[in-house]
């Protein structure tokens, strides 16, 4: 399998992106193939994350890392056991196009039975 990654940065011109990053990995069995050639199965995005401190009520408020910048809360049993405030992490968001043509498809069924009067 090769790898190829592409850093993305929506700070102003000058910085250094840091921190997060779309990986885009390739597989021989997808079908949708690019200009190139290559099989493109999925967009990965990476990103760190820092425990900034935890809250009442269950939540952990994580700073994006190394930069700092908006927190924002993340349920607190998305961490392992033992995670500390200072703890980075990488995260991985994946984008999963079958199942979300899946779900579109259902509340298209649903949505065309009430409208029609479940027919």
């Known amino acids: 399998m090769s790898e190829q ?16 990053r779309v990986r885009k990995r390739r597989r021989s069995r997808s079908a949708s193939k690019g200009d190139n050639g290559a099989v493109l199965t999925a967009i990965f995005t990476y990103m760190r ?3 900034d401190r935890f809250e009442d009520g269950g939540w952990a408020v994580v700073l994006p890392y190394p930069d700092g910048g908006r927190g924002f809360d993340v349920p607190r ?3 392992p ?5 200072g703890d980075v992490f ?6 999963v196009r079958g199942e979300t043509e ?4 259902e509340n298209r069924r649903l949505l ?8």
């Open 90 to 95: 990488e995260v991985r968001v994946e984008h």
């Open 77 to 79: 049993e998305f961490f």
């Open 5 to 20: 990654a592409a850093y993305v940065d929506s700070r102003p011109a000058g910085r250094k992106p840091r921190g997060l």
């Open 81 to 85: 056991e033992g995670a500390s405030a």
């Open 49 to 51: 994350l820092q425990i």
């Open 112 to 119: 065309d039975g009430l409208a029609g009067g479940g027919r």
């Open 102 to 105: 899946r779900v579109a498809g």
